[in-house]
């Protein structure tokens, strides 16, 4: 395939699937412009939006001390949408928060700022390291590009099954289309949704120990069993007001002491790895990229900025070969042992059992329903 790179993003043919029109715009830009932004009110019909959101949540909570919950992880899109549904939606949510082993100080100091300075509760469901731990390496000799999947298995997967134990029907995230309308290609790690035959039959292959505790949440259980049976909803209140990544971290940072990242997702230290790291320099994958773009679309980076800064890594090289000393000692394994996985034949999901079909109908069907804008494939 002859290089070609997105003459209004820069979004490239690094994404195998990506198409492009006579002017050279991509179909990231085309669906953002002729799906997303026509359907996207942040303006008075937005907030009315928003408001009566709240009331049904309200209407709904009986009493109880919590009325909805929101995964809180100490980055910006979490934190923020905390700060609305308490202070402009008037909610009294339950902060949820997974330890995985991978979090950043800062990320905890957010978490502790966020919870005091909005007089919200916090419950914190920590991860059975060992059971991560295998899981995690497991993945890695996997050799797929969706490194970051045990992470999120064990995000979403708690949360629900939290909420569902504890019959919290309404979930909060922070979910946006200002930050993330320039939605990641699957072959980039970007896996859609939690698929447990998948991780099962990576596990199976590679792991070593019994998932005993570990939360699993099958994609298919939760938007289907979860929703239409058991009532759950969830709302994106960041689509529905306008959410300007610079404005919200310096709110958050003068209200609270909330302390910005570097980049997105750097709240978790293996995700900043495997972003900055193993991503780009094993697959030759960049999902600043998608990141980048989507700033662009929404007028928060012009694109030269955006190109000058994907020209370079994000972070210095010493600080990057320090980190792969860190994941390696951290997941027991000798640097040797960590780089003979990246030196490895590089896989995708397709080589081992997935629903990834089934998915993808179910993706395309929400898309035809106009529940899904961004572009999937």
């Given at each position: 395939m002859v290089y070609q790179i997105c003459s209004q993003t820069i979004m490239d043919t690094t994404d195998p699937s990506i198409k492009f029109n006579e002017r050279g715009e991509s179909d990231y830009y085309t669906n953002y412009i002729e799906t997303i932004l026509p359907n996207w009110n942040t303006d008075k019909k937005g907030f009315t939006e928003l408001m009566k959101i709240a009331e049904k949540i309200k209407k709904n909570s009986n009493g109880r001390d919590f009325d909805c919950i929101i995964g809180l992880s100490g980055g910006l899109d979490s934190s923020y949408v905390a700060y609305v549904a308490k202070e402009i939606m008037g909610l009294k949510p339950l902060l949820f928060h997974v330890d995985a082993?991978?979090?950043?100080?800062?990320?905890?100091?957010?978490?502790?700022?966020?919870?005091n300075g909005l007089g919200l509760d916090l419950f914190t469901e920590v991860i059975n390291w060992e059971e991560m731990k295998d899981l995690q390496v497991a993945f890695l000799k996997s050799q797929i590009a969706d490194q970051d999947l045990p992470q999120d298995y064990a995000f979403f997967s708690a949360l629900y099954k939290f909420a569902r134990k504890n019959k919290i029907k309404y979930v909060l995230t922070g979910g946006n289309f200002s930050t993330e309308c320039c939605r990641e290609p699957e072959e980039w790690?970007?896996?859609?949704?939690?698929?447990?035959?998948?991780?099962?039959?990576?596990?199976?292959?590679?792991?070593?120990?019994?998932?005993?505790?570990?939360?699993?949440?099958?994609?298919?259980?939760?938007?289907?069993?979860?929703?239409?049976?058991?009532?759950?909803?969830?709302?994106?209140?960041?689509?529905?007001?306008?959410?300007?990544?610079?404005?919200?971290e310096k709110l958050l940072m003068d209200k609270f002491g909330w302390e910005s990242f570097?980049?997105?997702?750097?709240?978790?230290?293996?995700?900043?790895?495997?972003?900055?790291?193993?991503?780009?320099?094993?697959?030759?994958?960049?999902?600043?990229?998608?990141?980048?773009?989507?700033?662009?679309?929404?007028?928060?980076?012009?694109?030269?900025?955006?190109?000058?800064?994907?020209?370079?890594?994000?972070?210095?090289?010493?600080?990057?070969?320090?980190?792969?000393?860190?994941?390696?000692?951290?997941?027991?394994?000798?640097?040797?042992?960590?780089?003979?996985?990246?030196?490895?034949?590089?896989?995708?999901?397709?080589?081992?059992?997935?629903?990834?079909?089934?998915?993808?109908?179910?993706?395309?069907?929400?898309?035809n329903l106009g529940l899904e804008k961004r572009l999937f494939r």
């Amino acid at each position: 395939m002859v290089y070609q790179i997105c003459s209004q993003t820069i979004m490239d043919t690094t994404d195998p699937s990506i198409k492009f029109n006579e002017r050279g715009e991509s179909d990231y830009y085309t669906n953002y412009i002729e799906t997303i932004l026509p359907n996207w009110n942040t303006d008075k019909k937005g907030f009315t939006e928003l408001m009566k959101i709240a009331e049904k949540i309200k209407k709904n909570s009986n009493g109880r001390d919590f009325d909805c919950i929101i995964g809180l992880s100490g980055g910006l899109d979490s934190s923020y949408v905390a700060y609305v549904a308490k202070e402009i939606m008037g909610l009294k949510p339950l902060l949820f928060h997974v330890d995985a082993g991978w979090n950043t100080d800062k990320a905890v100091g957010n978490i502790e700022k966020l919870c005091n300075g909005l007089g919200l509760d916090l419950f914190t469901e920590v991860i059975n390291w060992e059971e991560m731990k295998d899981l995690q390496v497991a993945f890695l000799k996997s050799q797929i590009a969706d490194q970051d999947l045990p992470q999120d298995y064990a995000f979403f997967s708690a949360l629900y099954k939290f909420a569902r134990k504890n019959k919290i029907k309404y979930v909060l995230t922070g979910g946006n289309f200002s930050t993330e309308c320039c939605r990641e290609p699957e072959e980039w790690g970007g896996f859609p949704g939690i698929d447990t035959l998948l991780v099962k039959d990576i596990h199976s292959k590679f792991g070593k120990r019994h998932l005993k505790t570990f939360p699993l949440v099958d994609i298919l259980t939760y938007k289907l069993f979860y929703r239409y049976i058991l009532g759950m909803q969830i709302f994106k209140p960041l689509n529905l007001i306008p959410y300007i990544k610079v404005d919200a971290e310096k709110l958050l940072m003068d209200k609270f002491g909330w302390e910005s990242f570097q980049h997105k997702h750097h709240e978790s230290r293996f995700t900043r790895f495997y972003e900055d790291f193993w991503l780009p320099r094993k697959f030759g994958f960049e999902k600043r990229r998608a990141h980048f773009s989507s700033l662009i679309l929404t007028g928060q980076m012009t694109r030269d900025e955006a190109l000058v800064r994907i020209s370079k890594p994000e972070l210095p090289e010493e600080f990057l070969q320090k980190e792969f000393d860190y994941v390696a000692d951290k997941l027991d394994l000798t640097r040797s042992e960590l780089q003979a996985i990246f030196d490895g034949e590089n896989k995708t999901f397709h080589d081992y059992k997935n629903k990834i079909k089934l998915i993808g109908f179910g993706a395309k069907m929400m898309q035809n329903l106009g529940l899904e804008k961004r572009l999937f494939r």
